[in-house]
């Protein structure tokens, strides 16, 4: 430690700032503050320079949590630096980390036999990382993470700054998990992740540069973790290549997925799909162009997508984009599917793909509407358990008025028998429901005779009277 009159000027001038660094704030934990300055070389900067830090208080690693902040530190340089972690001990518990100023790229990184980072809670308040401060420039920040402690702990990540945040270099572990509400920037998670805690985006950009490893539904690593991925908002996007997501999604409010990027491919979430909510529509908005938008932006769920019954509907917004979305699994959500879009086959309906509607009281059913290109190709299936039984009953399944519809040779009705006119029909006892496909309805077309409705009533009659008799 540097003697006490190095740092007389500093506390004359800006009294309280020195023993405020080493005070514990209202959660209880020591924030370590790095000095006001601009670093302008490629010389790595070292953490246990007591020099660099206010007050000349390096970070403690140890059980205490703490803060660190580097909001005062601009750098402005054309190449990389690097800010290494070479403080030795057992592990930072870290519960709020702020973000400098960075004008090209920076790099937070911890050294061999450094004391690695880890995001703990205080009081039952979730840690974070704080990106405010962004250069007018392009902006990097690289972040050496380990762990996110304990099951329930979520890891923060929020901000103004519009640079690049890149969670990247060691593999993210821990119990905890990660919620991105960033409006500004954008994420980067290229590394095999495998924090098992829900990965969140709220708000912000996250991009895609791998998939994940092992089985759909219990993946063992991948850039989002090995948790359920909740969208709510934001937008997701790969870069490089065709990224898969074996990921449990919870679809809980609107995203983007794509952007105006001719670099960015397709996304294939390829595990379960919960739409979250009752009675809710949930859009998911298309953002390709450029030269590889007609054969390699695609959005594709090959898993099944479930609403539990509670009438959730998808709509895809994919407006004058090259964005096309497949569906291959077996989908139960019961609400409306709606596709806008001027892209060739928009929508498809894959060959291992189904769809459910059910059908209740005349002209009450879900079905598929908009204005988009849609291609037929899977098995439609419906609940009839509710449905009408009158002569006449109809309901329109697929809006053919507003889409642009074509029936592959897969396309198939479950239960249903096909004929040559291109209807489809299926007797339930003595009620006749068939679908036409120019029109894209389902009618009732047949029902009991009147001779059989009258003998059918009088027998029920008759046994009721016999009933009363028997149990007087």
């Known amino acids: 430690m540097k003697p006490i009159r190095r740092f007389l000027p500093l506390l004359l ?196 540069t791998s998939s994940t490893t092992g089985p759909v539904n219990g993946v063992t690593t991948g850039p989002l973790g090995k948790g359920t991925v909740v969208l709510s908002g934001g937008m997701l996007r790969a870069s490089g290549a065709e990224r898969n997501l074996g990921n449990r999604v919870q679809i809980e409010g609107d995203f983007q997925a794509g952007d105006a990027s001719a670099n960015n491919k397709n996304i294939v979430f390829e595990g379960d799909t919960l739409l979250a909510g009752t009675g809710v529509t949930r859009t998911i908005t298309g953002g390709f162009t450029g030269a590889n938008a007609v054969d390699q932006n695609t959005v594709s769920f090959t898993g099944a997508i479930t609403d539990g019954g509670n009438a959730n509907g998808l709509a895809f917004a994919l407006g004058t984009s090259a964005t096309r979305v497949i569906l291959s699994g077996a989908n139960t959500y019961t609400g409306d599917t709606t596709v806008n879009g001027t892209a060739a086959s928009s929508f498809t309906l894959a060959e291992t793909g189904s769809l459910r509607f059910t059908i209740g009281a005349n002209g009450e059913n879900n079905r598929i509407t908009g204005n988009g290109v849609v291609q037929l190709d899977g098995t439609f299936t419906f609940d009839l358990t509710g449905a009408g039984v009158a002569p006449g009953d109809e309901w329109n399944l697929v809006d053919v008025a507003t889409l642009s519809v074509a029936y592959g040779n897969t396309f198939n009705l479950a239960d249903f028998t096909s004929h040559p006119d291109d209807t489809w029909s299926k007797t339930d006892g003595t009620i006749t429901y068939t679908f036409f496909e120019n029109t894209g309805t389902l009618q009732v077309t047949a029902v009991p005779e009147p001779s059989a409705v009258a003998l059918l009533v009088g027998g029920l009659a008759a046994a009721a009277v016999l009933l009363r008799r028997r149990t007087v």
């Not at 990382?129 to 250069?135: L, T, Y």
């Not at 901000?159 to 990247?168: I, P």
Request: proline share 4%.
């Open 13 to 208: 001038a800006a009294p309280g700032l020195a023993l405020s660094l080493l005070c514990a704030n209202a959660q209880g934990q020591t924030t370590y503050t790095w000095i006001t300055e601009t670093h302008t070389t490629d010389n790595p900067v070292y953490w246990d320079d007591d020099e660099k830090w206010v007050g000349g208080a390096v970070p403690a690693p140890g059980a205490s949590a703490i803060n660190l902040d580097f909001s005062n530190l601009t750098v402005n340089r054309s190449g990389a630096t690097y800010f290494r972690n070479n403080v030795s001990g057992s592990a930072f518990n870290v519960f709020q980390w702020k973000l400098a100023d960075a004008a090209t790229s920076m790099v937070y990184t911890v050294d061999s036999g450094a004391a690695p980072i880890h995001f703990v809670q205080v009081g039952g308040v979730n840690p974070s990382i704080v990106h405010d401060k962004g250069s007018a420039l392009q902006q990097f920040q690289f972040i050496s993470l380990s762990n996110i402690v304990g099951t329930g702990t979520v890891l923060q990540i929020t901000g103004a700054a519009t640079g690049r945040l890149n969670l990247s270099t060691v593999t993210l572990s821990g119990e905890g998990g990660i919620r991105i509400n960033k409006p500004g920037g954008d994420i980067l998670l290229r590394e095999t992740n495998s924090f098992a805690g829900d990965f969140t985006l709220a708000a912000g950009v996250v991009t895609l």
